[in-house]
């Protein structure tokens, strides 16, 4: 049977354009996924100013809610910025860092470090994203995620462990459809799991939960859940449409339901 309880993250960026289809699109959502589920968790990342009314629309909270980034300040002179307290006032549990489109923008591993400070210093799940651009012939890529994860894990202390989320988003996988094989992505989540255990020692790392991104729909979900053994999923495109994303956390129950009648 599974560790973890799967998690999967509908990552809605910067869309829909307005408050009115943000409404609709989490309706359809919330409707049908329906009542009995909570095998999984199942996530919503709106954009910040639709977040409030998104978790008024969801009271059981059976969808939860995410932030796509946060400022590591919590008060000040920042104009612009958003603070970890505001999410959490307006019901966030969970907080995205280092995404690779915001990394692509400036976004650097000392900014991902604070940010991930903030979070788990103020009892919140961070879900670390890392990811390499391109695969190589010689393995780079390892080296390129590894670095990453040092970096957003410094200072991070075992007892925080529990809210910590590594999200693996090779980079040629996002928006592009290239989905990574079962197999990559299972190699690549021994590999942060083996990380984890040199940082943290064995029994702490498998405290964390190791998830995937990148163009996953729902023909490859349950490959990527059985085969890549990955504990979930970030979600892009595949959030915005109602019916693909809840057939992706349909797949997610489901394969709770299987793994605990074997
Ligand atoms: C993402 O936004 O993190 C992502 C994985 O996008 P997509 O599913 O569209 O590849």
New binding site residues.
């Given amino acids: 049977m599974k560790a973890h309880k799967p998690l999967v993250i509908g990552?809605w960026?910067l869309n829909p354009a307005t408050l009115g289809k943000a409404r609709k699109l989490f309706t359809e959502i919330r409707d049908r996924y329906g009542r009995r589920k909570s095998a999984i968790n199942a996530v919503v990342a709106p954009p910040f100013p639709f977040i409030s009314e998104i978790e008024r629309l969801s009271p059981s909270r059976r969808i939860e809610l995410a932030a796509q980034d946060v400022f590591f300040e919590s008060t000040g002179a920042y104009t612009g910025e958003v603070s970890l307290p505001m999410l959490k006032s307006v019901g966030v549990s969970y907080v995205m860092v280092g995404?690779?489109?915001r990394r692509a923008r400036g976004e650097t591993d000392e900014d991902v470090y604070r940010d991930v400070q903030v979070v788990l210093k103020n009892k919140t799940q961070v879900v670390i994203?890392v990811g390499e651009k391109a695969r190589d012939d010689h393995g780079n890529y390892f080296g390129v995620v590894e670095a990453q994860l040092r970096a957003a894990l410094r200072d991070v202390k075992k007892t925080w462990l529990p809210n910590v989320i590594i999200?693996y988003?090779p980079i040629w996988?996002?928006?592009?459809g290239n989905t990574a094989t079962p197999e990559d992505a299972r190699e690549m989540k021994l590999f942060i799991a083996k990380i984890l255990t040199d940082r943290f020692g064995r029994k702490e790392a498998k405290k964390v939960r190791i998830i995937y991104?990148?163009?996953?729909k729902k023909g490859n979900a349950a490959a990527l859940l059985e085969t890549g053994e990955v504990d979930g999923f970030?979600?892009?495109?595949?959030?915005l449409r109602p019916a693909d994303f809840v057939s992706i956390l349909n797949t997610a129950v489901e394969y709770v339901k299987n793994s605990q009648a074997t």
């Fill in positions: 990552n960026k995404h690779s489109e994203c999200a988003e996988a996002i928006g592009t991104g990148g163009s996953v970030l979600v892009g495109g595949a959030s």
